[in-house]
């Protein structure tokens, strides 16, 4: 990519030197953590998470958004110690084989937020028990092999959001459109039963 860090690919990589950035930040700020990777990775030692949450606890005035695949780590981490209370943590939600066995391990969690990522959706995801969830974003598959999602895909999600009384953000078509014509992403945009939906969740407090 010839950015700093990826001198080896997408080859896992520690960066401790990194962890002083929040530090030095005062003003209030957004990170999605590891966007490019995932946090709880089998190989990321629970010493180098043990580090990072520690700098989560001394910036309050930051907030974190941490996604993962490696959902079943979750409970098995945060067992010994309370999830930050400026912590939004969610896990991927793709498929029903992969992605919807995640939200159990989610859930297990006391985060102040949890949230699902359902991007790129790639099929019906039938009945989802969306207890506890506070935020569902939803979004379709972008790039040059994107796969399509239909319109009833989206339409089951959003339905069962609103009867658990979760947010809803869909945040686009991604690489195929809601008529099921390929183009670019920005052409599809993110328009859904004539509207946009960009709700965010109720901060609320786990003390």
Not at 55 to 75: C, E, F, G, N, S
Request: proline fraction near 5%.
């Amino acid at each position: 990519m010839g950015a700093s860090g990826y001198n080896n690919g997408f080859k896992l990589a520690l960066h401790p030197e990194r962890l002083e950035q929040p530090l030095r930040r005062k003003k209030p700020t957004l990170y999605f953590v590891n966007s490019m990777s995932d946090l709880f990775h089998e190989d990321i030692p629970d010493e180098f998470l043990d580090q990072v949450f520690s700098v989560i606890r001394q910036t309050p005035q930051h907030t974190y958004q941490i996604l993962t695949k490696r959902a079943d780590r979750l409970p098995r981490y945060f067992a010994r110690q309370a999830c930050p209370q400026n912590v939004w943590l969610g896990v991927s939600v793709e498929d029903r084989r992969h992605g919807v066995p995640r939200i159990d391990h989610l859930r297990q969690v006391d985060a102040c937020i949890r949230f699902l990522s359902v991007e790129p959706l790639l099929e019906d995801l039938g009945q989802l028990d969306l207890t506890s969830i506070h935020w569902v974003i939803v979004g379709g598959e972008s790039g040059h092999k994107a796969r399509p999602m239909r319109e009833e895909w989206v339409a089951n999600v959003k339905e069962q959001t609103d009867e658990a009384g979760a947010a809803f953000f869909f945040k686009q078509w991604g690489g195929w459109g809601a008529d099921g014509v390929k183009r670019h992403k920005k052409t599809n945009g993110r328009i859904f039963r004539g509207r946009t939906w960009d709700a965010y969740p109720q901060v609320r407090s786990t003390l």
